[in-house]
């Protein structure tokens, strides 16, 4: 089965700087890779997510790329802001067309630090 | 428009009872998963239900039992429960037809 590595587990910024976490993926049928935004105590939040027909995608301070030939892909952040301090997960799936996705495998998670 | 929601939002049981949480998704949704999240790790996938049917299953025993009703919502069982069951549970709805999944606030289980 699909099996995701996801690093650094711990990352801490400085308020203003830009933050990176990593991933990797085994399964090269997984086509569906979304982030998810986890603080204390709270459910996690979709923040973005990217399918495997691009290369990158950017929604304001957030960007994912991936690369599907080395299997990996990578979020971004920058002007990173203390509300940023959270557990960010990173996820594999395959998504079929006119069915949905099939299950989410999750990286371990980083948890990240905004430093102010 | 109400997002995904579950209850009850904490649990306290002992070994060997059962459990059940509840889950109703977000409005147009028709597909829930459920996930255990275990302290400090990433949530593990135990089943996916479609159309009142289990579409798909991890690697979770028979203890773990689901089922979805008419209107969509889920019900998730746990039999003969371990210590070890002791975790969030996290239900996420989606439409069949996308791929985006969204959580619930999620069930704190605690087996005693």
């Known amino acids: 089965g699909e099996n995701v590595e996801q690093h650094p587990s711990t990352l801490s910024v400085q308020e203003g700087d830009s933050a990176v976490i990593k991933c990797t993926y085994s399964d090269s049928a997984s086509n569906y890779f979304p982030w998810y935004k986890q603080e204390l105590g709270k459910r996690p939040q979709l923040i973005i997510d990217i399918r495997s027909n691009v290369g990158e995608k950017k929604d304001q301070r957030i960007a994912v790329t991936l690369n599907k030939t080395a299997k990996h892909f990578s979020l971004h952040i920058t002007e990173t802001q203390p509300e940023d301090s959270a557990v960010y997960f990173c996820?594999?799936?395959?998504?079929?067309?006119?069915?949905?996705?099939?299950?989410?495998?999750f990286g371990t998670g980083t948890r990240l630090t905004i430093i102010p | 428009d109400a997002g995904v929601t579950q209850s009850p939002t904490h649990l306290i049981k002992t070994r060997g009872q059962q459990v059940t949480l509840r889950c109703s998704p977000k409005?147009?949704?028709?597909?829930v998963s459920w996930y255990q999240q275990a302290l400090g790790q990433g949530p593990q996938f135990i089943f996916q239900?479609?159309?009142?049917?289990?579409?798909q299953r991890g690697n979770f025993p028979d203890r773990f039992s689901g089922h979805q009703f008419p209107n969509y919502s889920s019900e998730l069982n746990v039999n003969a429960l371990l210590l070890g069951d002791s975790a969030l549970y996290l239900c996420?709805?989606?439409?069949?037809?996308?791929?985006?999944?969204?959580f619930g606030p999620g069930t704190r289980l605690t087996v005693t």
């Open positions: 239900y479609y159309e009142e049917e289990e579409r």
């Open positions: 996420a709805s989606s439409s069949g037809l996308a791929h985006e999944q969204y």
């Open positions: 996820a594999a799936s395959i998504g079929w067309f006119n069915f949905g996705n099939e299950k989410l495998t």
């Open positions: 409005s147009g949704h028709d597909t």
